[in-house]
């Protein structure tokens, strides 16, 4: 596609190929995502719920890489959601510091 937005989809096809996209793409959407629901939810989980959250996010990552490999930018919005949740915890924790 010409003019796509999809950075990390092109860098990938032009240094691993198309042998295991799908399981790259994978790993790399359930990295950010699992760090993303680290840096965004607050409230800290039981164990046996945190365990599951875990399961249904690694669930739900399936349906998001098909769509990253149909080159929608959903790896690089996981990315900049948690570059964004990281500032934001950044300059939470320094003003919390700070009191």
Do not use: C, D, W
């Not at 399936?62 to 919005?77: K, N």
């Not at 996981?78 to 700070?98: C, D, G």
């Amino acid at each position: 596609m010409e003019g796509s937005f999809s950075f990390v989809f092109n860098f990938l096809l032009e240094q691993f190929g198309t042998e295991n996209m799908f399981l790259t793409l994978y790993i790399l959407n359930l990295i950010f995502s699992v760090i993303s629901f680290k840096l965004g939810f607050a409230r800290k989980l039981s164990p046996l719920k945190t365990v599951f959250v875990y399961i249904m996010l690694a669930i739900g990552v399936y349906l998001l890489t098909i769509f990253s490999i149909f080159q929608l930018p959903i790896t690089e919005s996981l990315i900049v959601i948690s570059a964004v949740l990281a500032i934001y915890r950044f300059r939470l924790h320094r003003e919390r510091k700070n009191r």
